[in-house]
Structures are given as C-alpha cells and as structure tokens.
C-alpha cells in the first residue's frame, strides 16, 4: 500500500520563535494590527509504501523523531493518507 504523509513541525509553544515574532511585528507595521502570535515551522511531504496503515504511521513516527524535527525544541503533527 502507498500513503502520502503531511508532516507539520513547529517550535514548541513555551519556546520563543524569532521568525514567528519578526513576521509579526512586520505585519503590525503594514497595518495588520488583528493578526498576532505568529509561529513560525515546516511543512513536509512524503510518500510510503507499508504493508499497512498501522505500520505507516510507526515509520513517519520513527523519521519526524530521529530526522526531521528536534523534540527539545520542536513538536509535529502528521495525516496520512492512502494513495
């Protein structure tokens, strides 16, 4: 079976984010004053093949935690779904 995974990483919320706080004081200067608390993270995608759905979501597991995101500094979410 094939799946696509989307994989949202972003800085923990007890943690400071410049990019996040540079955006919005930018914003504030355009004029966007009703929009605050920006964060900022990544967005990947990728495609697994799996003998099942259970042992998909155990590798996208296994690669956010060991490659792609930093669990002292940083959180992820996934969906994953069937091509």
């Known amino acids: 079976m094939k799946f696509i995974a989307e994989i949202n990483i972003m800085p923990l919320k007890v943690l400071l984010d410049p990019q996040g706080k540079a955006?919005?004081?930018?914003?504030?200067?355009?004029?966007?004053?009703?929009?605050?608390?920006?964060?900022?993270?990544?967005?990947i995608t990728l495609e697994i093949t799996a003998e099942s759905r259970e042992y998909a979501m155990e590798r996208v597991n296994d690669v956010c935690n060991k490659l792609l995101s930093n669990p002292i500094i940083e959180g992820f979410e996934y969906s994953l779904h069937e091509m």
Request: proline share 0%.
């Open 23 to 43: 955006i919005s004081n930018s914003m504030k200067n355009l004029g966007f004053t009703e929009m605050s608390n920006v964060r900022v993270g990544k967005h």
